[in-house]
């Protein structure tokens, strides 16, 4: 398992946007999650796995993202799973993590915000979705031109009660008919759950951020009474 300074190796942006995951991994090399076998049968089996995973105690939190975002995927029967860090001020989209071979969206990639879906998943509310952008008249922006997506399900991510980014999941094919309310429950389930990772994650890092300011103030001011 990698080490919590493993898990953060690109912190050149970590200031301005938050946490970030480690570099580009292959997918395949995840630790073994929990088993699941894809259904669109039964919603409560895919909510049973995906609380599974995120029980895990012997996966990192990066698995168990990686783990579910591939759930989507496989349950939306899409092509790529991806959660991004947004940084509204910067106005750019950085994909922390991706299950997928979109090459434009892989792990590190930053776009500057206006050329995403997720621009208007984050101004539109919760969530987002597209599920044939021709025909609902996405073909000619610049979130279609650029990355190809035909079909698009994303949910806007709070941490900390503030903007994180967004899960989402997109293909280059249009699905045929309308997501159901149990695609949009699976969706609000995902992004339910890793905004819990990202938040306990967040929790656990402010000692150790409180404690390296405290032993820097030490070092600029060793007689200061603090």
């Known amino acids: 398992m990698p080490s919590s300074s493993e898990q953060l190796q690109d912190r050149s942006w970590v200031k301005r946007a938050g946490p970030a995951f480690s570099a580009t991994r292959p997918l395949d090399s ?45 349950w939306f029967g899409i092509e790529i799973g991806a959660l991004s860090k947004i940084d509204l001020v910067g106005a750019v989209h950085r994909i922390v993590l991706n299950a997928g071979p979109q090459s434009k969206l892989q792990e590190g990639a930053a776009s500057n915000l206006s050329e995403t879906y997720c621009r208007e998943t984050i101004i539109r509310g919760e969530s987002f979705v597209l599920e044939n952008a021709e025909e609902q008249g996405w073909a000619k922006t ?73 032993e820097l103030l030490l070092k600029a001011a060793p007689n200061a009474i603090i």
Request: include cysteine.
């Open 30 to 74: 995840l630790p073994a999650g929990p088993s699941f076998h894809s259904t669109r049968s039964s919603v409560s089996s895919f909510r049973k796995h995906v609380r599974d995973i995120v029980k895990t105690d012997e996966l990192t939190d990066e698995d168990k993202c990686e783990l579910l975002l591939q759930a989507g995927v496989e």
């Open 142 to 214: 610049p979130a279609y031109q650029k990355y190809d997506l035909s079909c698009y399900f994303g949910r806007k991510l709070i941490v900390n009660d503030r903007l994180y980014g967004t899960v989402f999941f997109g293909g280059r094919e249009p699905k045929d008919e309308p997501l159901c309310s149990e695609d949009r429950e699976i969706l609000r389930l995902v992004a339910l759950l890793i905004e819990c990772i990202l938040e306990k994650r967040r929790r656990r890092r402010v000692p150790n951020e409180a404690k390296y300011k405290y």
